[in-house]
């Protein structure tokens, strides 16, 4: 597999924060460097489930993953597993949640926190982080320019096709503080501030980017259900692809096999969607 592609999944962005706040990434689209056009997470659209869709291509109902008290080792194929029987190299820099759904379940903090599995059917790089204690006044969520650098130095290190990063920083502060406000106008600056040297580095380093959320929130910090808030967010894409018309909404079943069309991958038969890249 020659192809590599990295998906960076901002948690908890609705579509009017990215366009609104994020300069770096609306500068690239002025510039024809990147396209935007809407995602549409699925129902529920909470976190644990729109993981799990995005990366099997299957609605929560299908895949069994009903909201974030539900994690467990899911059986449908995935982008990870897919990568791997064409013969590519996988990583991610991500939330425990991530490792309990493609590698093993339950995640244990000593065995799962780190590891190189040169011989893993799904993930060969993890580093992972648990979150635990997070609550209202302490969010416990890493710095995400190290996740960054950590997701670059995987890269780097094992020549990965695939990678994921996925950071929970905005989602926990929409909880907090909800969107419409200075704290959270600030948060998604240093998010936009941070990532844009990255994009920069990944792009020179040969990968395509999908910078993305799993779901929006709405004005009081809440997501799971079907308003535009909670459902919709942004979807940028950083390559040589041709795609939909700037109105086209995507849908979050897309992102499994379009991911996988990208990397010449084998796309799972359970994976109905079209890929919105070509």
């Not at 300069?23 to 460097?33: K, Q, R």
């Not at 309990?100 to 982080?129: L, M, Q």
Request: glycine share 10%; charged share 20%; proline share 4%.
């Amino acid at each position: 597999m020659d192809n590599k592609l990295l998906l960076i999944i901002l948690d908890g962005v609705p579509w009017r924060n990215f366009r609104r706040l994020f300069g770096n990434l609306e500068g690239w689209v002025d510039s024809g460097e990147a396209r935007v056009w809407k995602h549409r997470a699925v129902l529920p659209s909470i976190s644990a489930s729109c993981y799990a869709s995005i990366h099997t291509g299957v609605v929560p109902a299908e895949h069994g993953c009903t909201g974030n008290g539900n994690v467990f080792r899911l059986g449908h194929k995935d982008v990870f597993s897919q990568v791997r029987d064409g013969g590519g190299v996988t990583g991610a820099v991500a939330h425990s949640f991530w490792s309990s759904f493609f590698n093993r379940h339950p995640y244990d903090p000593v065995r799962d926190v780190e590891y190189d599995e040169p011989e893993s059917a799904t993930i060969n790089h993890g580093r992972f982080h648990s979150m635990t204690g997070y609550g209202l006044v302490n969010q416990m969520t890493p710095s995400d320019v190290d996740l960054f650098g950590t997701l670059t130095n995987l890269c780097l290190r094992f020549g990965l096709n695939y990678g994921m990063l996925h950071t929970c920083t905005l989602d926990c502060m929409g909880h907090r503080f909800f969107h419409d406000c200075q704290e959270m106008d600030h948060a998604c600056f240093v998010m936009d501030e941070m990532l844009a040297p990255f994009i920069i580095k990944w792009r020179e380093m040969g990968y395509e980017i999908i910078v993305t959320a799993d779901h929006g929130q709405d004005e009081r910090g809440h997501h799971g259900g079907r308003s535009p808030l909670q459902q919709e967010t942004a979807l940028y894409y950083f390559g040589d692809a041709t795609g939909p018309a700037e109105d086209v909404v995507i849908d979050q079943l897309q992102l499994a096999p379009t991911i996988l069309s990208r990397l010449g991958a084998p796309i799972a038969d359970t994976m109905k969607a079209k890929s919105f890249l070509s």
